[in-house]
């Protein structure tokens, strides 16, 4: 499926792209807002400011994928695959991302209030003043990861590995951290 096909089909009403090869597409600034894409294939796809509100990107690779401001809010990314992934500045308020691969992902200053990331792999991502206030991330691999001036305000860390942490400067106030290590 080529980006054009993407967009007509989505504007005639179509929802079910699941398992969709788009390795490579541009996509930017496009509206995907509750498009199914399970298992989509998206590794290296430009989607910033992409607006892929509440979809389900359930088992799909973005490996190496440019989300930078997009709209991922209440999206399902569970078990998704973003290794090397930009999420700079993204939205995902509410979005579950648990067991979700993030390693070395850039989530800078992204938005990720009240998220669901139990169980995830963020070993060394950049999680820098990003906001994760009431985000539950409990056995969620933390290894590595920078959280400097990261927001963790109500988030549950129990269980989680956050040995070589960057913790400077993070809020966490009123958050369970019981049993993180």
């Given at each position: 499926?080529?980006?054009?096909?993407?967009?007509?089909?989505?504007?005639a009403?179509?929802?079910?792209?699941?398992?969709?090869d788009l390795?490579?597409?541009?996509l930017?600034?496009?509206?995907?807002?509750?498009?199914?894409?399970?298992?989509?294939?998206?590794?290296?796809?430009?989607?910033?400011?992409?607006?892929?509100?509440?979809?389900d990107?359930?088992?799909?690779?973005?490996?190496?994928?440019?989300?930078?401001?997009?709209?991922?809010?209440?999206?399902?990314?569970?078990?998704?695959?973003?290794?090397?992934?930009?999420?700079?500045?993204?939205?995902?308020?509410?979005?579950v991302?648990n067991?979700?691969?993030?390693?070395?992902?850039n989530?800078?200053?992204?938005?990720?209030?009240?998220?669901?990331?139990?169980?995830?792999?963020?070993s060394?991502?950049?999680?820098?003043?990003?906001?994760?206030?009431?985000?539950?991330?409990?056995?969620?691999?933390?290894?590595q990861?920078?959280?400097?001036?990261?927001?963790?305000?109500?988030?549950?860390?129990?269980?989680?590995?956050?040995?070589?942490?960057?913790?400077?400067?993070?809020i966490?106030?009123?958050g369970?951290?019981?049993?993180?290590?």
């Amino acid at each position: 499926m080529n980006v054009e096909e993407l967009r007509q089909r989505y504007a005639a009403g179509e929802r079910d792209f699941s398992i969709a090869d788009l390795r490579d597409a541009v996509l930017q600034d496009i509206n995907l807002s509750g498009a199914i894409l399970h298992g989509a294939m998206l590794d290296r796809a430009n989607l910033q400011r992409a607006n892929l509100n509440r979809a389900d990107l359930s088992g799909a690779t973005l490996n190496g994928a440019n989300l930078k401001g997009a709209n991922l809010s209440g999206a399902d990314l569970s078990d998704a695959i973003l290794d090397n992934a930009i999420l700079e500045g993204a939205f995902l308020n509410e979005a579950v991302l648990n067991q979700a691969d993030l390693k070395a992902a850039n989530l800078e200053q992204a938005t990720l209030t009240e998220a669901d990331i139990r169980e995830a792999s963020l070993s060394q991502a950049n999680l820098e003043a990003a906001d994760l206030s009431g985000a539950d991330l409990a056995f969620t691999d933390l290894y590595q990861a920078n959280l400097h001036q990261a927001a963790l305000e109500k988030a549950n860390l129990s269980g989680a590995n956050l040995k070589d942490t960057n913790l400077d400067g993070t809020i966490l106030e009123g958050g369970d951290s019981s049993l993180a290590t």
